[in-house]
């Protein structure tokens, strides 16, 4: 099946929790569904990897314990490992134009062996790349000029005005984006998540990595923290990891997580303090 063709199937069905069952990373994947849905043989390029930027003894255990395809930084240059594989990034253009960004990637590629490049992350938000559409489209060039697949920069949200305006913009000036990558924090139900990763590919006809996603509680407080419990979160991310899988447009996902005493996002966190991991964790290393 075309990787840019939508799997026919009911995205309930691709949610339900233990519905998919996925083989391991590299070869093909085939998925034990109810019997009212056919069976699909599922891509064997859908990557599982995370993002973390730790530089000690300790990052690198802990991405080897999560048995990964694939890891990222959020930055230019690896920091402690180039197995399993990594993507660099261009997350700023201040990373970009004053620490040199596109002459780690070139230099490292040797090592890293990538053919990927992820663009800038959350350009719409003043915490993270904040830039203006117009800038990001006058530097795109240089991304280009690596001559990587390049992932679309990754706006806050999945149906950001920003992103649109990106690549209507890229699109009149011929730039050049290969596949669209999103963050996705909200409650743990399976289908409309599936549904928003769907809706990307459909608005821009691309393939998709999910680079960033977990379950938040953005209401929470010190007095409320979050309300979703590990047993809920564990399910979505059974249901979710099964649903992306078998999507043909989906090449990558990456779990995102945060200190396991955040308010917010403790339920989603894959290492207890300490740095071991929780049984969120252990469920991940298991997909």
Known sequence: ??????????????????????????????????????????????????????????ALQQIKSLKLDWHYTWGSHYNVTTNPAFVPMIKSERTLLEQDAIGWVTRQLGETRTKHLLGFNEPDNRAQANMSVDRAIQLWPKLQATGLRLGSPAPAGTASPWLAEFMAKAKKKGLRVDFMTMHRYAWPKADDFLKKVTELHERYGKPVWVTEYAVADWDATSSRPCVYSRAQTEDFMRATVAGLRAMPFVERFAWKTRPAGDIKMGCSALFHTNGTLTTTGKLYASL
Do not use: C, N, Y
């Open 1 to 58: 099946m075309e990787r840019r063709k939508f799997l026919a199937m009911p995205l309930a069905a691709l949610a339900a929790p233990g519905a998919l069952l996925a083989a391991s990373a590299g070869s093909a994947r085939a998925a034990a569904i109810p019997a009212a849905v056919p069976s699909v043989t599922l891509p064997a390029d859908t990557l599982k990897g995370f993002g973390w930027g730790g530089k000690d003894a300790l």
